[in-house]
């Protein structure tokens, strides 16, 4: 079956400007998370949905959001760059359970 | 903070054995114990989990401490494939919140 997809995989904005990221994940899963991956910071949770519902917050600024949708592909927004949100933007699907978590390759972000 | 403590780096020779450690001296009843791996440019990919007994599928096998406080991957015969960042994390179903750590990257010599 086919894995879990984002788009775009890389994308250079401006600070200031605002991106938005998309995930597809492996069908039939419902709760789709998302991380930051930096050099310094290592690999960072930033939230979980499922079923359309935000489970889990990171500790990350308001600036950074998201949402699912009901066939359960996910997007995060992130608001006003700033040259710190230079990163790799990873997402994991999983099905409901303590199973695998399934990631994507994952959208490298730049910001200039 | 991170919920395991994994040693930066390790060094193995290809077709060894690999033991791979990672304390979790503050897991819960309900955490389940995932190992992942990270080769470069990829993103994690899953390697195994458990509960309380030791786990093997193909790709390696895990031991998880009577007390459930630590726990080793083990690779049986290390490839030069097998060169990543492995990451331990504790997984509670009811709460996916997951804290990854800085992992251990395994380098493996020829």
């Known amino acids: ?112 | 903070d991170a919920k395991t403590t994994q040693p930066n780096s390790m060094e193995s020779n290809e077709e060894e054995p690999v033991h791979l450690p990672c304390n979790h001296s503050t897991i819960s009843g309900t955490d389940y114990i995932h190992w992942y791996r990270q080769l470069p440019s990829q993103g994690p990919e899953y390697v195994i989990h458990g509960l309380t007994s030791n786990v093997n599928n193909r790709m390696a096998s895990l031991a998880i401490a009577e007390d459930r406080k630590s726990s080793t991957l083990i690779l049986h015969r290390a490839t030069l494939r097998d060169a990543a960042v492995y990451y331990c994390i504790l997984r509670d179903p009811r709460d996916d919140k997951i804290i990854f750590g800085k992992g251990t990257r395994l380098h493996i010599l020829p």
């Open chain 1, 1 to 112: 079956k086919a894995g879990v997809t984002q788009t775009p995989r890389y994308l250079i904005k401006t600070r200031g400007q605002q991106v938005t990221l998309s995930c597809s994940p492996i069908s039939g899963h419902r709760s789709v998370s998302w991380y930051q991956q930096t050099p310094g910071q290592g690999l960072q949770f930033l939230f979980e949905y499922f079923s359309e519902t935000q489970r889990n917050k990171g500790n990350f600024p308001g600036r950074f959001s998201g949402r699912q949708f009901s066939n359960s592909r996910s997007e995060m927004n992130v608001s006003t760059l700033e040259l710190g949100d230079s990163a790799l933007y990873l997402c994991a699907s999983s099905s409901l359970g303590a199973g695998e978590l399934f990631f994507g390759e994952g959208s490298r972000l730049t910001v200039l």
